[in-house]
Every structure is written in C-alpha cells, then in structure tokens.
C-alpha cells in the first residue's frame, strides 16, 4: 500500500536508516516495512521474524579479482542468498573511522558470489592501496543463519527537519537474542549555522536486557558512544574539521563497522590556499585505544605548491605511540616533484625519509618513481618503484601498512615448496588432497586484524613473486605495481 510518499509493504527489504556512523543499521530480512514522509517529519519502521544474524567482513584489497574468502563460510556457517551487500571502501591511512570514498558493488555487474564456498570474485582487480597510500577494503555485510528459532526484530527511526538548517533524527532498534534483548538507541543532530558552516552531534547507546533475571548469565553492561564535530570553509580558502568521538569498551554496534569500541579521539585538520598554485595543509590527532592499551599523538605539516608543468610536495609528520608504558616516537618527511611532461604523460619521484623507530611508522625510508599515462580524460595508467637506498635492483613489498621487513625463500625453494603445497590464498592453505581453513577469524570478524591478515599477506607475497619469477635475495626491498585510477574532471 502507498500513498504519496508513504507506504506499507510485506516482502524482502532492507533497512535503510540513515548514514550516520553510531547508530547505522543495515540489515536484510523479509517482513513489514514502512515509511512515513510529511513535510517536516520522514518515520521508517521495520519488523521481522528472522533466525539470522548480522556478520560483517572487512577484507584488504590484494590487487587482484579474488578469490576473496568470506568468515561466515570459514566457520561453516550458511549464507543467506541475496542478503549480502557489498562495498569497496577508501579509508584514511591514519584514521580507519573516516572513509574517504565509497563505492557499492552490484552482483553480476560488479562481482560475482558463491553462497557455498563463501566467495567473491570482482570484474576487476581491488587494488592494496591509492595512489595517495589509503588503503582499499572490501566491506561486506551479509545473512547468516545459525539460529535454533526464529527472533523477533525491529525498530525503526525517526527525523525531523523543521528548518532548512536544522535536522534532528532518533533511531531504536530491538533484537530478540537466546539470552537477552539487544537494545541500540541513539539521536543525533545537525545545524548547518552558515553557508559553509556544520555542526553535527550523535550519541548512541547499546544494552542487552536479561530474560530471566534468575539467570546465572550475566548481560553485558551498558555502551555508550557519543561524536561532536564542526566543519566548514572561510571564503573558499581555509578549510577545515575538528570533532571528537568517544566510545566505551561495551559499545558494540555490528552494522557499523567503523564505530570503534574502546577508542578515544580527537582530530583537527585545516588546508589553507593563500594563492593560486599554493596549498599549505595541516593536521593532529590525539588517540586512546583502551582495547589495545595504546595512546597515539600524531602532527603533521605539508604544501603543495604547482609551479608551470611542475607539481611539488612537502610535508613532515611527527607521530608519538605510548603503548604498554614504552614510549616510541618517529618522523617522517616527504620531498618530490611531479613533470607534466606532455598532456598524456608525466614522471616524478619523491623521497620518504624516516626518523626514530620505524615499526611504528606506517611506511618506512624509501624513494619512489612514479609515471602516469593518461589513456583518457577519466583513466590513467600508473607505475611505481619504490626502492631502498642502494638497493635499486631488490625487490620491496609495502603491503604490511606498518611496513614490516619480510625475509621470504628464493624463488627455487619456492618452486620446491609449490610442488608439496600451493602458495596460500586468502587465508586457505590447499595440498593435493585437502583444504583446511585458516584460523578463526577474532570475535568481531574483521580480516584485516590478527595472524588471519599476516597469512593473507604472505599469501599475496608469495604470489608476487611466483607469477613474476623473479630471483630476490633474501630482504625484499622493490615492489612494482601497476595500477588504474578514474580521473577527475576539472
């Protein structure tokens, strides 16, 4: 049933409850929905009967179409077809909770799935990093069902936009459990003050209710998660973003998988132009992880400055980690240049030169050369070689973001080992007579964490360097990597 904008519908859908980042929930189930929509007010309301259960999976782009391995299918678990819902997300290098860009992925078109295995397989290759090293992550949320019954669901959320400036949105969500009632709560507001001003705020709350009070089971204590920000821009000039978000240990919204529980931070950024050619950018955070017992304090200073057919870069960052009582600290600083050669080509190379203790920098000393084809107006072709000093014919792999040193066999003994075991993928180590999955994926399923993302990376290692045959001595040093970019348009 509809009317105008409003509707009531039984069937397959999905909640669709906003974007914001605390209270998200997006979930498959087939039931009732509706929505309500009058001039100030926009209702949306769910409920379902349903014994699955949310699981999200976040995997690191390994430059190639897949296999990529789904956790669900790992632990044996049924996938529920049609429920998955998939995303290729650019997050920040230094801020996992920001996302950059955003780009959902549609089966048949984009990639293709095997309920079965748990596998995707993508029309093109998801590449490891950008250009501008952010790390590329596949992001998927599906349907599994391990229920023994079937559980009530629902909620809904609720929005109000008396003024154009103003917005303010409520959303309660209820999940029966086998234990508890899982509760996620929350509002969050939105004053646009000025053109280019925003002030935005949320806050969130996740509890689980007790059954039986009786019970020897003890529920999980309250959550709460809360976010306080302000961009905007000073005559097209100045831009700049502060906010402070704050989440307790207890928090825990699965559908959200960049609300992260235990972690405390505040960040501030500003990109100042004063003249046509010249940018000078700015920006320090304060972290507190109390999940991994670590304190991160990070500044970091650059211009850019385009000079004819030059494009030149600077920057220095300086990054303090506190983790377990040891304080470390390391800089890094970037120098290079880039030639617009001709309309279709250009070649640069700039130094990152490291100082202090490298494991704690997300990349360590390097010189990088870098060529760009432009085979259209929207697409460019890139090469990079990234190299150590002195050490221009070795080979270096930068797919650990901490840039950790591997020392990896040569590629004889690669061949020996290839003959008795194939070169791992995704996690999986395949012999001749059997697979046996890699190790459980931890409590949130994130496959970008633990010994589970250090085996997918040495898996993609190792394939590296048996497709290229390539001789290596033993510390690999040079990575050559090809890969595509969509252009923007001026």
Not at 354 to 366: K, M, N
Not at 397 to 415: T, W
Not at 475 to 490: D, G, M, N, P
Request: aromatic share 10%; charged share 30%.
């Amino acid at each position: 049933m509809s009317h105008n904008l409003s509707y009531l519908q039984y069937g397959d859908f999905a909640t669709e409850l906003g974007n914001r980042e605390l209270v998200s929930y997006s979930r498959t189930f087939t039931g009732v929905s509706g929505s309500i929509k009058e001039k100030y007010t926009d209702i949306r309301l769910f409920a379902s009967s349903t014994d699955q259960s949310i699981q999200v999976d976040e995997i690191p782009g390994e430059g190639i179409s897949g296999l990529y391995y789904l956790c669900g299918a790992r632990l044996g678990i049924r996938i529920v077809e049609g429920s998955e819902r998939v995303y290729i997300q650019v997050r920040d290098r230094l801020h996992p909770e920001s996302v950059l860009r955003e780009d959902i992925q549609y089966r048949f078109t984009d990639y293709d799935i095997s309920y079965d295995g748990g596998t995707l397989r993508f029309k093109r290759p998801v590449p490891f990093l950008t250009p501008d090293e952010n790390p590329v992550v596949i992001l998927v949320t599906y349907e599994t069902a391990r229920a023994l019954k079937k559980q009530r669901v629902g909620g809904g959320r609720a929005g109000f936009k008396p003024y154009k400036t103003f917005y303010m949105g409520a959303t309660v969500i209820c999940e029966e459990r086998t234990n508890a009632d899982f509760w996620l709560t929350g509002l969050d507001a939105e004053w646009r003050a000025r053109k280019n001003l925003v002030f935005t705020s949320e806050i969130a709350r996740t509890s689980e209710e007790l059954l039986k009070p009786t019970s020897a089971i003890v529920g999980t204590p309250d959550g709460w998660a809360w976010k306080i920000g302000v961009s905007g821009k000073v005559r097209e000039r100045l831009d700049y973003e502060v906010y402070f978000r704050d989440a307790d240990r207890n928090f825990d919204n699965p559908s959200s998988p960049t609300a992260r529980s235990g972690v405390r931070k505040i960040r501030a950024r500003a990109a100042f132009s004063p003249f046509r050619g010249l940018t000078l950018t700015t920006e320090s955070f304060h972290e507190n992880d109390e999940v991994n017992l670590q304190e991160r304090i990070s500044v970091r200073a650059g211009s850019n400055f385009q000079y004819k057919t030059f494009n030149n870069q600077l920057s220095l960052e300086t990054t303090q980690v506190d983790r377990s009582g040891i304080s470390r600290r390391s800089s890094i600083f970037v120098a290079g240049t880039e030639w617009q050669i001709a309309r279709w080509f250009s070649f640069g190379g700039r130094r990152e030169q490291s100082f202090g203790d490298e494991d704690i920098a997300y990349r360590p000393t390097l010189n990088v050369l870098t060529s760009r084809v432009a085979l259209n107006d929207r697409i460019s072709l890139v090469a990079e070689h990234k190299f150590r000093d002195k050490s221009f014919f070795q080979l270096y792999s930068d797919r650990n973001p901490v840039a950790h040193r591997r020392r990896v066999r040569s590629l004889r003994q690669l061949r020996t080992r290839r003959r008795y075991q194939r070169i791992p993928q995704s996690g999986h180590r395949r012999s001749a007579t059997s697979l046996s999955p890699a190790p459980a994926c931890d409590a949130q399923h994130r496959c970008r964490t633990g010994k589970h993302a250090a085996r997918q990376q040495t898996g993609r290692f190792y394939r590296l360097f048996a497709r290229r045959r390539i001789s290596t001595t033993q510390r690999v040093q040079i990575q050559w990597t090809v890969r595509t970019q969509k252009r923007r348009s001026v």
